[in-house]
Nanobody
């Protein structure tokens, strides 16, 4: 059974940093993609970043580009989201998601569509105070 465990959320002041982790387990496929989505109260789910584990491609939403960095440690089946220069509008519940077929996103489109992903982890709360 595929499991995704997100961690690393917390309370931070504006301008600060946090690193989220997504530990994946229970599978043997190689070329998969891990994405990060977030949802703030009263707002729609937003895709913010994705990494293809096989091709090592990375994608970012405009709202986080230049501030967030996604990376992976394949030996640990763990993906990280380094979040710098955090803003109050980054406050949300952050989810990591997995797609068993990273090839879907090879043309850099679709990664931000939540419905395309196969597995979801529980969320980790990020709160940025002003």
């Amino acid at each position: 059974e595929v499991q995704l465990q997100a961690s690393g959320g917390g309370l931070v002041q504006a301008g600060g940093s946090l690193r989220l982790s997504c530990a994946a387990s229970g599978f043997t496929f190689d070329d998969y993609a891990i994405g990060w989505f977030r949802q703030a109260p009263g707002k729609l789910l937003e895709g913010i970043s994705c990494i293809s584990i096989g091709a090592r491609d990375t994608y970012y939403a405009d709202s986080v580009k230049g501030r967030f960095t996604i990376s992976s440690d394949n030996a640990k089946n763990t993906v990280y989201l380094q979040m710098n220069s955090l803003k109050p509008e980054d406050t949300a519940l952050y989810y990591c998601v997995l797609d068993v077929d990273e090839a879907k996103y090879r043309d850099s489109t679709g990664w931000e569509i939540a419905a395309l992903y196969d597995y979801w982890g529980q969320g980790t709360q990020v709160t940025v105070s002003s």
